[in-house]
């Protein structure tokens, strides 16, 4: 089982639909993130949590939501979606120390139309 | 604000060329360095990551980097290109102190022709 899953894997929905996007982790770790990768953008932080009481936004956060359920569990919400949130979107996790790197899942492939 | 730059959004090479993927990065202070690989389909891997004990870094798949202060680089490369190295490629550095935040570049598409 990968240690870092994310659900769906891809998701079609139209504009102005809410959206949640899962992501459960078995390693353990406390630091969890979330991503979106564009074509030649590389991977923008929407939003990182350090622990369960711990949420703070990224640099693209606008539009977007989190909750993290448990240690394990943080998930991605698009409260009303719109097209230009089209995009993969992957949950990373990392141990505490700055040396350490991160683990990905597999992404979400997400087309709102 | 640190900042990390991948030259080159494509690099494309023969099968059993060098392979060599640029990053450089700004910071006054060596930070940590990471090159990750994602294929098609899936999430990014760590290859390898610098964490001030020797310069020159192997990885995985036959992969190595070399960092050098002096330029603020961290360039990854390949003796010999196998098709099955064809993937995007991303540098990531954390910056020592903080929140430890990496910060990526835009990724280096590497083709590899037969």
């Known amino acids: 089982d990968a240690d870092v899953t994310q659900t769906p894997r891809n998701r079609i929905t139209k504009t102005g639909k809410r959206i949640m996007l899962e992501c459960s982790q078995t390693k353990g770790h406390d630091r969890m993130y979330w991503y979106r990768q564009d074509p030649g953008l590389g991977l923008r932080l929407i939003y990182y949590?350090?622990?369960?009481?711990?949420?703070n936004k990224g640099e693209i956060s606008d539009g977007y939501s989190v909750s993290r359920q448990a240690q394990a569990k943080f998930s991605l919400s698009l409260e009303s979606a719109i097209p230009n949130q089209t995009a993969l979107y992957f949950c990373?996790?990392?141990?505490?120390?700055?040396?350490?790197?991160?683990?990905f899942g597999d992404g979400t492939r997400l087309s709102i139309l | 604000a640190q900042s990390v730059t991948q030259l080159g959004s494509h690099v494309s090479v023969s099968e059993g060329a060098l392979v060599l993927l640029r990053c450089n990065y700004s910071?006054?202070?060596?930070?940590?360095l990471f090159w990750y690989v994602q294929y098609p389909n899936q999430g990014l891997q760590l290859l390898l990551k610098?964490?001030?004990?020797?310069?020159l870094v192997k990885g995985i798949n036959g992969f190595e980097a070399e960092f050098k202060k002096s330029e603020t680089s961290f360039h990854l490369t390949k003796p010999s290109a196998h098709m099955s190295d064809a993937a995007e490629y991303f540098c990531?550095?954390?910056?020592?102190?903080?929140?430890?935040?990496?910060?990526f570049g835009r990724g280096t598409s590497l083709i590899v022709h037969p």
């Open positions: 990531a550095v954390i910056k020592s102190g903080g929140s430890y935040i990496p910060t």
């Open positions: 949590s350090f622990d369960v009481k711990d949420i």
């Open positions: 990373a996790t990392s141990e505490r120390t700055a040396n350490q790197p991160q683990h």
């Open positions: 610098y964490t001030s004990a020797a310069t």
């Open positions: 910071s006054s202070v060596p930070p940590y």
